[in-house]
């Protein structure tokens, strides 16, 4: 039996960043203008054209932690992008549904999601012409919600001008909802998905963000996974159109 069979490890290569919101130590995306969340698109645009030329880079991660709670270490409003050499865990996952769904349907699994979800109409809690934010049918936090492109396309930079400002006026309606939601700068994660940087077409690609907020009942009761949640299948303590349902009041 050779151990390397259940032994694999290697080194992983890659660029780190951090991309500051504003000059302003107090100012959060829900508190600035549209405008000024565009500018801080058109810097995720950029690093992502810049950083996705380099051969050794193939996949391009950016995320941001929101507030203490998610362990957010550095006060001052910001995002972190990651490149690296290889395809991390959930793109990669989302790349192979992607593509079965492509293969055997002959459409992108993401652009007929949003088509059911205007349909239902239920869970849908933030949009404009270009975007769609809901708190998705699979949600497992409980104000888990996911933003995403009305129309077909992998990554930021296949985005028009207009695209892009729509992006901005989206991210902030949402992000000013969660704060209301509890009167506090809602904790969360986020993260943008675009597709992988390998030189390769990935047509099957829907850009997407993913918002994961820990908080469930108020600002000080979160959600835990533990026990059977931990162990076997996560629980909900809200369907996501109740949860939906409480978003949409705020």
């Known amino acids: 039996f050779d151990q390397a069979d259940l032994f694999k490890a290697r ?39 810049t950083l996705g030329s380099r051969k050794e880079i193939r996949y391009i991660q ?3 932690n929101r507030g203490e709670m998610m362990g957010c270490s550095n006060p001052h409003p910001h995002c972190q992008l990651w490149g690296t050499s290889s395809i991390p865990n959930e793109p990669a996952r989302e790349t192979r549904r992607f593509r079965a769904f492509w293969k055997k349907h002959g459409e992108c699994m993401l652009c007929r999601y949003v088509d059911l979800e205007l349909k239902a109409g239920v869970r849908c809690i933030e949009q404009n012409e270009g975007f769609l934010a809901v708190v998705p049918f699979w949600a497992v936090w409980p104000f888990e919600t996911l933003v995403m492109s009305k129309f ?8 028009s001008h207009l695209q892009k400002d729509q992006l901005a006026a989206l991210i902030q309606a949402l992000t000013a909802r969660y704060d209301r939601l509890f009167q506090v700068p809602f904790p969360y994660t986020m993260g943008i998905h675009q597709h992988p940087t390998t030189r390769k077409a990935y047509p099957e690609w829907h850009f997407h963000l993913h918002y994961l907020p820990p908080l469930l009942r108020s600002a000080t009761i979160r ?15 809200l369907t996501p159109e109740e949860a939906a349902a409480r978003l949409l009041r705020v």
Do not use: Y
């Not at 100012?27 to 690093?47: C, F, G, Y």
């Not at 077909?152 to 985005?159: I, V």
């Not at 835990?224 to 076997?232: C, D, I, S, W, Y």
């Open 11 to 49: 080194t992983e290569s890659g660029v780190c960043r951090v991309i500051c919101f504003s000059p302003r130590h107090d100012l959060t995306l829900p508190q600035m203008t549209s405008q000024a969340i565009r500018r801080v698109i058109d810097t995720w645009n950029d690093e992502f054209l």
């Open 152 to 159: 077909h396309a992998g990554a930021l930079p296949e985005f």
């Open 223 to 237: 959600k835990f996974m533990v026990g059977f949640e931990l162990l076997a299948s996560p629980q909900r303590d």
């Open 62 to 64: 950016i995320f941001e």
